[in-house]
C-alpha cells in the first residue's frame, strides 16, 4: 500500500472549513484514499473515501486531484468536537487485500473557538 | 456508538496474571480485527480474522492469543505480560478483509505492572 504525508498538525477556528491536506504520490491505480479521525482516547472513525471522482456525505468532502497524488479532506463548517487526529490512508480494495489499514501519524487537527 | 463494543474499557494486571479482553460487534460482520495503540505510535494492526479463519499475525507475541468463536466475537487472552504492553487495544470489524470501512469499539485501556 501507498504511503501517505500529512502536515502534523493544523488549527481551524469553529464555524470555518477546516481543509486537510495529504499527499500520496506513489498511489497505484487501484488504491483508494480512506479518512479517518481519532478523538483522543477513543477509537477511530471512518469519515469517508474515494478512487478518482469527489465525494461528500454527511460528514465531510474528499477532493482527489486528477493526477491522485494528493487529497483534501473538507469539513466544511468545523466545531470544537471536530478536533481530532485525522488519518488518510491509501489502500487496495478486493478480494486480495489482507485486511490491512496502515495508519500514520495523521494530522492533529485542533479547532479554536 | 458504532456497533462495536469492547470490554473492560479499563484493565490493571499484573506480569503474572491472566487476562481476556473481549469484542462483539452487532454489525454482521465477516472480519474483525486487533489493534494496538501505544503511548505517541500510531496504531499498529495485531490479528486478522475473516470469517472466522486468522488471515494475518502481524509478527504479534505468543503472549498474546486471539480467539475467535464466531463472526460476532473476539477475545484476546493475556499471558505474561510486559509493562510495555501497556496499550489501548481496539478491536474493529468490518463487512469481510476486503471492505476499506472500518468499524472501531471505544478500545480497553491496559496498564501492565
Known amino acids: 500500500d501507498a504511503k501517505t504525508t500529512q502536515p502534523p498538525s493544523m488549527d481551524c477556528a469553529e464555524g470555518r472549513a477546516a481543509n486537510l491536506p495529504c499527499n500520496h504520490s506513489t498511489i497505484s491505480g487501484n488504491e483508494y484514499v480512506y479518512w479517518y479521525r481519532q478523538i483522543h482516547s477513543q477509537g477511530p472513525q471512518y469519515i469517508i473515501h474515494g478512487l478518482k471522482n469527489n465525494e461528500t456525505n454527511e460528514m465531510a468532502s474528499l477532493i482527489i486531484t486528477e493526477d491522485r497524488k494528493s487529497s483534501t479532506l473538507i469539513l466544511p463548517h468545523a466545531t470544537l468536537r471536530d478536533t481530532a487526529v485525522y488519518y488518510c490512508?491509501?489502500?487496495?480494495?478486493?478480494?486480495?487485500?489482507?485486511?490491512?489499514?496502515?495508519f500514520g501519524q495523521g494530522t492533529t487537527l485542533q479547532v479554536k473557538p | 456508538e458504532t456497533g462495536v463494543t469492547q470490554t473492560p474499557r479499563h484493565l490493571v494486571m499484573g506480569m503474572t496474571n491472566k487476562k481476556s479482553l473481549k469484542c462483539e460487534q452487532h454489525l454482521g460482520h465477516n472480519a474483525m480485527y486487533w489493534y494496538k495503540q501505544s503511548a505517541k505510535k500510531p496504531l499498529e494492526l495485531m490479528f486478522v480474522?475473516?470469517?472466522?479463519?486468522?488471515?494475518e499475525n502481524n509478527s504479534v507475541p505468543s503472549r498474546f492469543s486471539p480467539e475467535c468463536p464466531n463472526s460476532s466475537h473476539l477475545f484476546l487472552h493475556l499471558h505474561t505480560l510486559q509493562p510495555e504492553d501497556s496499550a489501548l487495544y481496539l478491536c474493529?470489524?468490518?463487512?469481510?478483509?476486503?471492505?476499506?470501512?472500518?468499524?472501531f469499539g471505544p478500545g480497553t485501556r491496559l496498564l501492565v505492572l
Open positions: 474493529a470489524s468490518s463487512q469481510d478483509r476486503s471492505a476499506g470501512t472500518q468499524y
Open positions: 490512508i491509501v489502500r487496495v480494495y478486493g478480494s486480495s487485500n489482507t485486511g490491512k489499514l496502515i
Open positions: 480474522y475473516n470469517f472466522k479463519e486468522q488471515t
